[in-house]
């Protein structure tokens, strides 16, 4: 998926772990508490206007695309996340997932992003993203005016026809004020640094974006069970570079393989999917690492794969980790030792020469990125 990046998030609202702010039946996500409800339409005739630095709860029928409307200016780049989250129990195969995309008033297409639950067909959250941007390399969308946040589902014909759980997150990036290289840095170091070692330090993950548990460099530990899905974040500043793997230990109980069991996503501070890895599970301990990273940039946007052009912004990076309900079928219900182990290389950087910013809470949080208010706290023993 080729879109733009988001506006550098910082700060997370706290949320207890394994709060949920579901009607009905209880959801392991929780929703960000300040999260405006809203009912997608059918149609963008009656299409709810999203603001860009706000959080949204809706929901996501099993058919059918919804609208929400976006009233964007022509001085910056504008994005859309949605989170989908099935629930527990829910049927889901390596086919199913989310589509957004943002149009224009003419129904032409700005960007688009799809996520499905691939290999790890457990039911879990799972984001995709999409964006108006203002680029030098395209003329497409840059004007004022209305356009449409369009949300769907996909390869659904195996799935429970139930409603998903959704949470939308609208951001947006201010123009610069000189305009800089517009190709992507040619040359990173990619190689593999040592994994750090030594005993975790305890740190259970969040439940969702908004709760999710910051930590930096370092070893750190939890218990997770089949099913759950725990949110990390680290503070990256520009030109700091992120190694993560996630470790589940091993079980002298049950037997079999289950496959898919052990998924580690990275997302960037728009929600956006960056780069992720599974591994089955057999009883014996299994690791799984995230490939290289280039070190945060803004030129990283021009680049063509998405897992470098999505590291694109200083700001709050997501680590998520997911164990599948069915390792509960082959090893009981009962907690994995989980450890995930983070690194954190590259020299800081000053960032790019912002504009401004359309909104004074999105400015705010930008600019403390931007200043470098992304320091790495909560550093681990190694």
Aim: with cysteine; glycine share 12%; proline share 7%.
């Amino acid at each position: 998926m080729a879109v733009g990046g988001a506006l550098l998030l910082c700060t997370t609202a706290a949320l207890p772990s394994g709060a949920a702010f579901a009607v009905g039946t209880p959801s392991p996500y929780a929703f960000a508490p300040d999260a405006r409800p809203v009912t997608g339409a059918t149609g963008t005739a009656d299409a709810v206007r999203l603001s860009p630095g706000t959080t949204y709860k809706s929901s996501l029928p099993s058919e059918g695309k919804i609208y929400y409307r976006l009233d964007l200016a022509a001085t910056s780049d504008t994005y859309v996340s949605a989170t989908a989250i099935p629930a527990p129990g829910s049927t889901v195969s390596a086919s199913d997932g989310i589509r957004v995309s943002v149009q224009d008033a003419d129904g032409r297409s700005c960007s688009f992003g799809t996520e499905t639950f691939r290999v790890v067909h457990s039911p879990r959250p799972i984001a995709a993203w999409a964006a108006r941007e203002i680029s030098a390399n395209t003329s497409r969308c840059e004007s004022a005016g209305t356009y449409y946040a369009v949300v769907e589902r996909v390869g659904t014909a195996s799935s429970a026809p139930d409603t998903w759980d959704l949470e939308l997150f609208a951001t947006s990036e201010p123009s610069l004020e000189q305009t800089g290289a517009t190709s992507a840095p040619e040359a990173w170091d990619s190689a593999s640094p040592a994994p750090l070692t030594g005993e975790g330090v305890r740190r259970e993950g969040g439940s969702g974006f908004a709760s999710a548990v910051s930590v930096g460099e370092g070893v750190w530990s939890a218990d997770i069970e089949p099913g759950r899905t725990f949110f990390y974040r680290v503070p990256l500043p520009w030109g700091r570079q992120l190694y993560a793997t996630a470790e589940l230990g091993s079980s002298a109980d049950g037997g079999g393989i289950a496959v898919g069991a052990l998924d580690l996503s990275l997302y960037n501070p728009a929600r956006g999917l960056v780069d992720d890895a599974s591994t089955n599970y057999d009883g014996s301990q299994k690791a799984v690492e995230i490939d290289p990273l280039p070190p945060v940039a803004y030129e990283n946007r021009y680049a063509v794969p998405d897992r470098v052009s999505g590291m694109r912004f200083a700001g709050s990076y997501y680590l998520v980790v997911h164990l599948a309900a069915d390792v509960a079928e082959k090893y009981g219900d009962g907690t994995l030792p989980l450890t995930l182990r983070v690194r954190v290389g590259g020299s800081a950087e000053s960032g790019p020469g912002y504009a401004g910013s359309p909104s004074r809470r999105a400015s705010l949080r930008l600019v403390e990125a931007i200043r470098g208010g992304c320091g790495e706290r909560g550093r681990g023993r190694r």
